[in-house]
């Protein structure tokens, strides 16, 4: 699937203060974020009011108000933003229909099966939540999904929270990287024109090393802490009948590797779930469509995956506006002239893209945002040294899934750390925003890959044929 040129040529902007000025807004919104996220904000409409005062802010120092206001709404109005909606909102549904057919007891009832104690849950919990995240996409899903469940559990059976903790968002990041219903599958994709199946096929030898080195890495951390006690001791052994709606994220992948149309996979995935949930008993009527008459209101597990959707939907919008701003003021554009001039090799212009992807990254706190962001850059330095679309998606993707679950102001950890509140009535203590980060092995493996990967040339193609953007 080609994603045609997205972005409308945007008015150009002129700040009081230039560059600074330009910048302001965007160091006011990392300001209230890093402050609101480190006093526990609950999701991400609590960035909402923080956005809109640096617009507001965005808008005071503007020269010109009306080029203003209309580079914010062609940033909000792009093609790839309502991709990415689309993408979330359809992702979110199969979460939640994942859920409700009891997928993740079918898990938990494989766990018990070979007799885990508390030590060795660590270890099935990273592997669980990595089929989960695979399954749905979705790293805020897997963490909303898993966390209540496995976290309680492996504190009943003695596990180290913090590890136990990075686990749930180690397996989360792993389905974030390589999952083709991934949101950072997606626009890192797409954004270079790149085939969604073929841009996954590429990726396995990054993410296996990276998930082998996590998994060493809990396994260590595992079996140095904690105490013995089997799973069925507890009394929680989840149940087999949700096994069968494995075949939905099969499904969807086969579909994505054969090159369907995004919105193609996702809902044919969503009808095939449907049904397979209907049929086999796990999902009721009432779950599907129910009625309210008393209050005039529709039920469903569909209007509950939008819901769920809804925060991230408005906070990207209002993040894009934000970031058209930044590139109608010209500053986008100066720097892909600064990195051309200096990158004389492919090696450095991967450099390059990694730079700018990790500054887009800081600066937005949003990994989908960054990556769109640094869209024209990445198309325009990479091309101009021959970096494959392939390779520049996953350079993208790479860095997208290191700094947002590791970095105690970003949505995912902060996320997970208010999960872990979940283990408060089985009087398991809560794990610090901190400890989910540097607990997060995934991750760490993947900035490991990330450096071998710009370094030494690991996924460099050797002939030309890979099409490049």
């Known amino acids: 699937m080609k994603l045609e040129e997205t972005e409308e040529k945007l008015p150009q902007i002129k700040f009081h203060g230039g560059a600074f000025g330009a910048l302001l807004p965007f160091f006011v919104f990392v300001t209230g974020v890093i402050t609101i996220a480190l006093s526990g904000a609950p999701d991400e409409r609590g960035f909402w009011p923080v956005l809109i005062l640096a617009l507001g802010l965005g808008l005071i120092l503007c020269k010109d108000r009306t080029a203003f206001s209309e580079a914010v709404i062609s940033g909000m109005s792009q093609k790839i933003v309502m991709i990415m909606i689309t993408a979330w909102i359809l992702a979110s549904i199969i979460g939640i229909l994942m859920t409700l057919t009891g997928f993740v007891e079918a898990l938990i009832w494989l766990s018990d099966q070979i007799n885990l104690s508390g030590k060795g849950f660590v270890i099935a919990t990273f592997i669980i939540c990595c089929i989960v995240s695979l399954s749905t996409g979705s790293s805020f899903a897997t963490i909303l999904i898993c966390s209540p469940l496995l976290y309680p559990t492996g504190g009943i059976l003695g ?124 999902l009721p009527l009432n779950q599907i469509i129910s009625l309210d008459l008393e209050n005039f209101a529709a039920k469903s597990f569909i209007i509950d995956g939008i819901n769920r959707a809804v925060g991230l939907s408005f906070f990207t919008i209002l993040l894009m506006g934000l970031v058209a701003t930044l590139k109608a003021s010209g500053l986008m554009n100066r ?121 030494f040339g690991l996924g460099r193609p050797k002939n030309r044929k890979e099409e490049h953007g």
């Open 159 to 282: 596990a180290h929270l913090p590890v136990l903790a990075g686990a749930i968002i180690g397996g989360a990041t792993f389905g974030d990287f390589i999952a083709p219903i991934s949101d950072t599958t997606i626009a890192s994709a797409l954004s270079q024109n790149a085939e969604i199946g073929a841009t996954i096929k590429s990726r396995l030898k990054y993410v296996f090393p990276a998930a082998l080195f996590a998994l060493v890495c809990y396994s260590i951390v595992a079996f140095r802490n904690g105490t013995e006690m089997e799973i069925s001791e507890t009394g929680t052994l989840g149940s087999p009948k949700g096994l069968p709606m494995l075949l939905v994220p099969s499904f969807i992948i086969y579909l994505f590797l054969k090159g369907k149309h995004l919105l193609h996979g996702l809902l044919f995935g969503l009808l095939f779930g449907t049904i397979l949930g209907f049929v086999l008993g796990l």
């Open 335 to 455: 720097l892909v002239g600064f990195a051309a001039a200096r990158a004389q090799t492919q090696k450095h212009a991967e450099g390059w893209i990694a730079t700018v992807m990790s500054i887009a990254v800081l600066l937005t706190t949003h990994s989908i945002v960054a990556i769109l962001m640094v869209t024209d850059f990445t198309k325009k330095t990479g091309t101009h040294l021959g970096v494959s679309k392939i390779r520049r998606a996953n350079l993208l993707s790479l860095i997208a899934c290191i700094f947002p679950f590791v970095l105690p102001y970003f949505i995912p950890v902060i996320l997970m750390a208010n999960m872990t509140n979940t283990g408060k009535e089985f009087d398991i203590a809560q794990v610090s925003l901190l400890e989910v980060g540097l607990y997060n092995f995934m991750s760490w493996g993947l900035l490991i890959m990330a450096i071998i990967t710009l370094l």
